[in-house]
């Protein structure tokens, strides 16, 4: 089992940052790959970004690329998300993901942290 908590929401004006963290537990070592997932209400969940624990590679959806940044700590087992230039279609719960590889469903998730972007 892995163990996510994602802490860093809140309420920010648009045009205005977030940090977002997720403190990965447990087996850690059996995933390869960490996402970020969003879901605004009565929407889909949608991919938002992903790194690779191994080689630090990133990959982001198109709505985000240039103004969000993923990175990690592999000591700490820390992924983050900086978010930048935030949008009210921004606002949505974030949740972080653990998946053995690129582009795999399911896996572990954790509890989602709120962010709300006020125009």
């Known amino acids: 089992q892995v163990q996510l908590v994602e802490s860093g929401g809140g309420l920010v004006q648009a045009g205005g940052s977030l940090r977002l963290s997720c403190a990965a537990s447990?087996?850690?070592?059996?995933?390869?790959?960490m996402n970020w997932f969003r879901q605004a209400p009565g929407k889909e969940r949608e991919f938002v970004a992903a790194?690779?624990?191994?080689?630090?590679?990133?990959y982001y959806a198109d709505s985000v690329k240039g103004r969000f940044t993923i990175s990690r700590d592999n000591a700490k087992n820390m992924v983050y998300l900086q978010m930048n230039s935030l949008k009210p279609e921004d606002t949505a719960v974030y949740y972080c993901?653990?998946?053995?590889?690129?582009?795999?469903?399911?896996?572990?998730w954790g509890q989602g942290t709120q962010v709300t972007v006020s125009s």
């Open positions: 993901n653990a998946v053995p590889k690129l582009a795999a469903s399911g896996g572990f």
């Open positions: 447990g087996r850690t070592f059996s995933t390869s790959v």
């Open positions: 790194i690779s624990w191994s080689s630090g590679n990133t």
